[in-house]
């Protein structure tokens, strides 16, 4: 199946348990059968398929496409997804103020909340 750019980033979510088939962690070399249902959770969205054909050999990404069923979430909307604070370069190491800004941006909260 064709569901990351890449086979090494393919291997790399097997090996980081962000690829399940029928429910269960597994690892690259996992074989699969029709009907076997796949999640893998990949560039901040989770992506569920059905296997619907097994292919012997390695196809481009328009031929994989044509094997499984895509029953995924539609991914969120442009506007939901938050704007990541960006330093000049060159611009030094953040202060301890600048530093919670980033943070609270980011929605992480510190002990005391502060």
């Known amino acids: ?4 750019k890449t086979r090494s980033l393919a291997a790399a979510a097997c090996r980081a ?3 399940r088939v029928n429910g269960e962690r597994v690892k690259p070399a996992q074989p699969v ?9 990949h560039a901040g ?5 059905v296997v619907s054909q097994v292919l012997r050999k390695r196809v481009g990404a328009p031929v994989a496409a044509t094997a499984y069923v895509d029953n995924s979430p539609p991914p969120p909307p442009r506007e939901e997804t938050l ?16 530093r919670r800004e980033i ?12």
Not at 33 to 41: A, H, I, M, S
Request: charged share 40%; net charge positive; glycine share 14%.
């Open 33 to 41: 059968r029709v009907g076997d249902e796949v999640r893998l959770y």
């Open 45 to 49: 969205r989770e992506r569920v398929v």
């Open 1 to 4: 199946m064709r569901l990351t």
């Open 103 to 114: 943070e609270r941006l980011r929605g992480r909260m510190f002990p005391g909340g502060v």
């Open 83 to 98: 704007a990541v604070p960006v330093r000049d370069r060159g611009a030094g190491r953040p202060t301890k103020r600048d």
């Open 17 to 19: 348990g962000h690829v």
